[in-house]
């Protein structure tokens, strides 16, 4: 998802805000304003979803809208459109791409290099699955940032699609073209194999071509 996507995201979520407001009635007997319980209950889970999503629980963000807006005051509503116009900033800045894709990037870079060695030392395989991790992982983080569903309900069990199936809706959504898509199909099943014991039916310059084209395609498509 592009910045400007997110922020015109946040946008909506400062309009939900405002129309919060727009509810506002003095309390009988009191000196201060209310909103509508409904109203504000939605803006906030609203809110939430999106800084849960983009930021995590444990970002400052997340913590100050909790202890924020927990009531039906004016005044919950108005902290709540101050947090959101600051996190409009920091978006439009590009500061959380910028931060998200560093860490990111530092990650994989490890296992990356994990895997290099492995391969280097003639063990192809577990260095196959560490690529096949690598790229699952950055499937899930462009999933994420596209807006999209990265699990399931089923039985009341939140279940994690399977990589392929992302792979699909990536697609669909023109994330990445066709031949990325086959591609990465072609990756997870070298992976799949890999992972399931099937060493005879890949080569050690395949697990290669298969590291030096996920490194290019994550460069191509960042997180």
């Given at each position: 998802m592009?910045?400007?996507d997110l922020?015109k995201?946040?946008?909506q979520?400062?309009?939900?805000g405002?129309a919060?407001?727009?509810?506002k009635s003095?309390?009988p ?9 409904g109203a504000?209950?939605?803006?906030r889970?609203a809110?939430l979803?999106?800084?849960e ?5 444990s970002?400052?963000y997340?913590?100050?809208?909790s202890a924020?807006?927990?009531g039906?005051d004016e005044s919950?509503?108005?902290s ?12 439009e800045?590009?500061?959380?791409i910028?931060?998200k894709?560093l860490?990111?990037?530092e990650i ?10 492995l391969?280097d030392?003639g063990y192809?395989?577990p260095?196959?699955v560490i690529?096949?991790?690598v790229?699952e992982?950055?499937l899930?983080?462009?999933t994420?940032?596209?807006g999209l569903p990265v699990?399931r ?6 279940v994690p699609?399977k ?7 990536l697609?669909?959504v023109?994330?990445y ?6 591609s990465?199909?072609a ?5 799949n194999?890999?992972?399931h ?6 080569e050690a310059?395949q ?5 030096s084209?996920l490194?290019?395609?994550m ?5």
């Amino acid at each position: 998802m592009k910045p400007s996507d997110l922020v015109k995201r946040i946008d909506q979520l400062l309009a939900l805000g405002e129309a919060v407001l727009a509810t506002k009635s003095p309390v009988p007997n009191g000196s201060w304003n209310r909103v509508d319980t409904g109203a504000i209950t939605g803006f906030r889970a609203a809110v939430l979803s999106f800084i849960e999503m983009h930021f995590g629980t444990s970002h400052s963000y997340y913590v100050e809208f909790s202890a924020a807006v927990k009531g039906n005051d004016e005044s919950h509503a108005k902290s709540g459109i101050a947090i959101v116009k600051a996190i409009r900033g920091e978006v439009e800045g590009g500061w959380l791409i910028s931060i998200k894709s560093l860490v990111a990037a530092e990650i994989f870079a490890d296992f990356i290099e994990m895997a290099d060695h492995l391969l280097d030392a003639g063990y192809k395989d577990p260095s196959a699955v560490i690529l096949g991790g690598v790229l699952e992982e950055h499937l899930r983080r462009l999933t994420v940032s596209y807006g999209l569903p990265v699990s399931r309900l089923a039985n009341g069990v939140d279940v994690p699609l399977k990589a392929e199936i992302l792979n699909q809706e990536l697609a669909k959504v023109d994330a990445y073209n066709k031949l990325d898509q086959k591609s990465v199909t072609a990756w997870l099943d070298l992976r799949n194999k890999a992972a399931h014991g099937k060493y005879t039916e890949y080569e050690a310059p395949q697990v290669s071509l298969m590291r030096s084209g996920l490194l290019d395609f994550m460069s191509r498509k960042p997180v």
